[in-house]
T-cell receptor, first 113, second 113 residues
Framework: NAGVTQTPKFQVLKTGQSMTLQCAQD?????MSWYRQDPGMGLRLIHY???????DQGEVPNGYNVSRSTTEDFPLRLLSAAPSQTSVYFC????????????FGSGTRLTVV | KNQVEQSPQSLIILEGKNCTLQ??????????LRWYKQDTGRGPVSLTI?????NTKSNGRYTATLDADTKQSSLHITASQLSDSASYIC????????????FGRGTSLIVHP
């Protein structure tokens, strides 16, 4: 089915470990983005990309890296996990950054202990 | 600072009743306003998107209105169903090439039989 696929769905990390959250879309969307959702707060943008080879920082980029080598994939890397990165992470895509609703993935629930 | 405030924080209604959710924003210059529905444990799903020149947009039983002069939007749900129980999120984007939308914290709606 067409859409945004995120893996894994759940992950537990120890402080200091690194990992990559995967995001793939098959809708030929140019715009892709990563958000974190914490209790009592709105979704916050971590990084985004307006096309292959182009990435930029959002509101809360510290501790995260991204790359966009293909239109389909937009992985999010945690460099050295910290308990403050415990959150639910969502990947979203759209034809372009504005004027279209975003298609969100089902999320990755990350716990850092 | 660009902000999106949603009210009420939570709402409980009986199945079949109508309800209206509010969104006030200070985002400027304004590009568009989107409403999303987020079921528990799932990613948000786009309901409507409105630009500056639009003042109403419908999607089935969901009708969004926008008053760009007062910077207010509302989401009206008609003949509520149990499946409408979810969080409803208002998102406002800036114009001028800024790709960092501002998310509201959401209104949690519970529909009781």
């Amino acid at each position: 089915n067409a859409g945004v696929t995120q893996t894994p769905k759940f992950q537990v990390l120890k402080t200091g470990q690194s990992m990559t959250l995967q995001c793939a879309q098959d809708m030929n969307h140019e715009y892709m983005s990563w958000y974190r959702q914490d209790p009592g707060m709105g979704l916050r943008l971590i990084h985004y990309s307006v096309g292959a080879g182009i990435t930029d920082q959002g509101e809360v980029p510290n501790g995260y890296n991204v790359s966009r080598s293909t239109t389909e994939d937009f992985p999010l890397r945690l460099l050295s996990a910290a308990p403050s990165q415990t959150s639910v992470y969502f990947c979203a895509s759209s034809y372009e950054a504005d004027n279209y609703g975003y298609t969100f993935g089902s999320g990755t629930r990350l716990t850092v202990v | 600072k660009n902000q999106v405030e949603q009210s009420p924080q939570s709402l409980i209604i009986l199945e079949g009743k109508n309800c209206t959710l509010q969104c006030n924003y200070t985002v400027s210059p304004f590009s568009n306003l989107r409403w999303y529905k987020q079921d528990t444990g799932r990613g948000p799903v786009s309901l409507t998107i409105m630009t500056f020149s639009e003042n109403t947009k419908s999607n089935g039983r969901y009708t969004a209105t926008l008053d760009a002069d007062t910077k207010q939007s509302s989401l009206h749900i008609t003949a509520s169903q149990l499946s409408d129980s979810a969080s409803y999120i208002c998102v406002v984007s800036l114009s001028g090439g800024s790709y960092i939308p501002t998310f509201g914290r959401g209104t949690s709606l519970i529909v009781h039989p």
